[in-house]
């Protein structure tokens, strides 16, 4: 499916997608953020085939009345802002064949309260670190602005939290931090205003400037690493 090919159908409230589709795509042209089903105000449900492997970038955004999102088992990358700013989006479930989810995936998703992120993921938003705090660098917090977010279990196959990944989810009140994760980008859990406890594993190798600045009700850090 290319990109735009039903951006803003502001009627469109269900999309059962074929067996056999393996990609949403991306939008190819420069500073364009319409992804396939882009602005689609009314869809409430997507029932996706075994088949898909990738969700594109802006896919899904701004689809406001999309409550439950379950992917099956083969897809392993979703693009950035697939599903951002899907202001109503309380459930999501990801199969363990998911290896990558790139920046700002789920960003403003102020209802979502709680996520199980699968065991094969590796990489969350992009191993980058920008000179300077501009948009773009806020744009990339996979999570970012998930204010009702309250708790998210990190699988053990986890490697990389990129910058901004937490940035302002406000109600969030715990993390642990599985064995696995070598990095930690800047500012990637800023904000994050009732976050009392942190736990670091011992293969932690790179925590980057200011991962928890603004976390103003922390008060233990277990870290393992040397």
Same mark, same amino acid.
């Given at each position: 499916?290319?990109? %735009?090919?039903?951006?803003?159908?502001?009627?469109?409230?269900?999309?059962?997608?074929? @067996?056999?589709? %393996?990609?949403?795509?991306?939008?190819?042209?420069?500073?364009?953020?319409?992804?396939?089903?882009?602005?689609?105000?009314?869809?409430?449900?997507?029932?996706?085939?075994?088949?898909? $492997?990738?969700?594109?970038?802006?896919?899904?955004?701004?689809?406001?009345?999309?409550? =439950?999102?379950?992917?099956?088992? +083969?897809?392993?990358?979703?693009?950035?802002?697939?599903?951002?700013?899907?202001?109503?989006? =309380?459930?999501?479930?990801?199969?363990?064949?998911?290896?990558?989810?790139? +920046?700002?995936?789920?960003?403003?998703?102020?209802?979502?309260? @709680?996520?199980?992120?699968? %065991?094969?993921?590796?990489?969350? +938003?992009? $191993?980058?670190?920008?000179?300077?705090?501009?948009?773009?660098?806020?744009?990339?917090?996979?999570?970012?602005?998930?204010?009702?977010? =309250?708790?998210?279990?990190?699988?053990?196959?986890? @490697?990389?939290?990129?910058?901004?990944?937490?940035?302002?989810?406000?109600?969030?009140?715990?993390?642990?931090?599985? @064995?696995?994760?070598?990095?930690?980008?800047?500012?990637?859990?800023?904000?994050?205003? %009732?976050?009392?406890?942190?736990?670091?594993?011992?293969?932690?190798?790179?925590?980057?400037?200011?991962?928890?600045?603004?976390?103003?009700?922390?008060?233990?850090? =277990?870290?393992?690493?040397?």
């Amino acid at each position: 499916i290319g990109s %735009k090919s039903f951006t803003r159908c502001v009627n469109l409230e269900n999309i059962v997608l074929p @067996e056999g589709l %393996k990609r949403i795509d991306d939008s190819y042209e420069s500073y364009s953020n319409y992804g396939a089903f882009y602005g689609c105000t009314s869809l409430k449900s997507v029932t996706s085939p075994s088949t898909l $492997e990738y969700i594109g970038d802006y896919a899904f955004s701004q689809c406001t009345s999309l409550k =439950k999102i379950e992917m099956k088992s +083969g897809l392993s990358s979703i693009g950035q802002h697939a599903f951002a700013y899907c202001n109503r989006l =309380k459930e999501v479930i990801l199969p363990n064949t998911l290896t990558n989810c790139d +920046g700002g995936a789920f960003r403003g998703c102020t209802a979502l309260e @709680e996520i199980t992120l699968p %065991k094969g993921l590796k990489q969350l +938003g992009y $191993e980058y670190e920008s000179s300077n705090d501009n948009m773009w660098d806020y744009e990339r917090g996979v999570f970012s602005g998930c204010a009702s977010l =309250k708790k998210i279990i990190l699988p053990e196959g986890l @490697e990389t939290i990129s910058q901004f990944t937490f940035e302002q989810c406000a109600n969030l009140t715990e993390i642990v931090i599985p @064995e696995g994760v070598s990095f930690i980008g800047k500012n990637a859990f800023r904000g994050c205003q %009732k976050l009392n406890s942190v736990s670091l594993p011992s293969t932690l190798t790179r925590c980057s400037t200011t991962p928890f600045s603004g976390c103003n009700q922390l008060t233990e850090i =277990k870290c393992l690493a040397l």
